[in-house]
Each structure stands twice: as structure tokens, then as C-alpha cells.
């Protein structure tokens, strides 16, 4: 069975973007670079460009490859975003809102393969119901991870079966919203040592997107919705 859960759309504003005009929009985007929870923080605050080398990890560590999908729901109505949120007992980032994805493992080719297993198997879509649109820009975790984020469009109807362990729940969110960057906050928060760690948030209801999650989809903003709101 389909599962499609989301809430009311808020301030969600209307974009009219379409399967050709996203396919064309993240064909024609800038050549990617990578970003991190440092490079972010230097965005959003000038004085973080002060912060010691030793906390960007792309210097100091070999990065994890990972991936995951940001699947884009083709309904009738608009495009939604499907995300999930974690279970609270996970020994990493528990609770929070994610896309599915993981790091790469051997038998994955490349990005792409990564991204559709790990979506397979925690959320049982099947990959032949993603059409895979291209990617954005990759995002360097301050644990260490090389993350790429790959889109992909999926056409209703589909059937999801979660992993109980690692999902608590599924939901979508329309996409002019996420794209909106009137939605689109900047906080920051002290780490153990003091330091000011900057990031994106994305309130949505009662749902607070933010983090690594929420920056990619501020990079998706860049580029399917460039002039930022309506």
C-alpha cells in the first residue's frame, strides 16, 4: 500500500515546477563542490571562518562515502518531498529527520547504487520507481562522512515498507515550501569546547528539519528556486 502521510502546507507558495523542468534545472546547475558543516558555518556567520582547522575533517581524516536520496513524490497536486524521521533509540542522529540513505558499501558502484539500496532498505521502495534526476553538491559531515545527495523523481502509485529499527516514520512535505527561502532559518548552538556551530533549520508544523538535511535542501533551493520566493 501506498503511504503517503504530510501535513497541512502552511506557507508553501507554488513554483510550477514540473518533472522536464526539474530534469533541466539540475542538468544545467553549476559544476559541484563540496560543501560542509564548516563551509556552513562560514556562510552563515562570518566569524566562523576563524574556527581551527583541526574541526574541518576533509583536512585531518579519511572521509566515509555515503549517499542518499532525496526523492521527489510526483502527485497530482505538486511535488512533495518524503522524508523520514528516525527512531529514538539509534546511536546516531536518533530522532531526527533524514532522507534514507547510508555509506558506501562494496558492492555499490557508485552514488547512485548507494542511495536506491539504502533507500530499499529502509524505507522498501523499490528502486524501479525512481528515476534518478542528477544529484546536488556534496556535503562533508563534521563526523567525518562524504555524503552525496541523489534526486530522484517517483511517480505514484509505489508501496513503502519501513524498517521499524531505523524508521519511526515516513511523511512528505510539499516542495514550494521547502523551497521558500522565507522557511529557511539560521541558528547556531555552542559546542562542548565553546565554539559557536552554525546551521539551517527548516520548521515545518511540528516538524523541525535541520542539520545536514536541511542544507541540502537549502543547496536544492539554490537550484530549482534561485530567485528564493515568490
Known sequence: MEQ???????????????RDAILRLLAERPHRHDRSDVATARLLAPEAADRPADQEPQRHQALTAAAVLVPLVLREDGPFVLLTQRTAHLAHHAGQISFPGGRMEAEDDNPIAT??????????????????????????????????????????????????????EIFEVPLPFLLDRRNHQRHHRLTADGQKRYYYAIPYQERYIWGATAAMLVNLAEILHPGGHD
Open 4 to 18: 503517503r502521510h504530510f501535513l497541512s502546507t502552511g506557507q508553501a507558495g507554488r513554483t510550477g515546477l514540473t
Open 115 to 168: 542511495a536506491l539500496r539504502e533507500t530499499e532498505e529502509e524505507i522498501g521502495l523499490d528502486r524501479r520507481h525512481v528515476e534518478v534526476a542528477g544529484d546536488l553538491d556534496p556535503y562533508v559531515t563534521i563526523t567525518g562522512f562524504r555524503v552525496i545527495p541523489v534526486v530522484g523523481l517517483i511517480s505514484p502509485p509505489f508501496s513503502l515498507t519501513p524498517d521499524s529499527f531505523e524508521v519511526a
